[in-house]
């Protein structure tokens, strides 16, 4: 399945992918590539409105570590089987 997954993986999703499920801070994150595109689920605990406000500030230090030429990628972002908020990152 993982090397499926890669193969439809653009280089920058994959390398968010792996950036965001190697970083401490996200280690209770779950996350998944699906078309060109990472769906995240977050702890059901999660206040859901401050994670949206806030997502961009707390991504932001990883982006000058992804090396791979940027595309749109759309993080879509839950703490249920429901998405919360799709984030894009242009």
Known sequence: MQTIEKQHMGKYQQE???????????????????GGDLLIRVPEDTDMDVLKIQFSEIISPLSPLIKSPRTTLKFYVGNSEETDFIFTLN
Not at 19 to 26: A, C, R, V
């Open 16 to 34: 968010w992918k792996q950036k965001l499920q190697s970083d401490e801070m996200f280690k209770d994150w779950k996350i998944r590539a699906s």
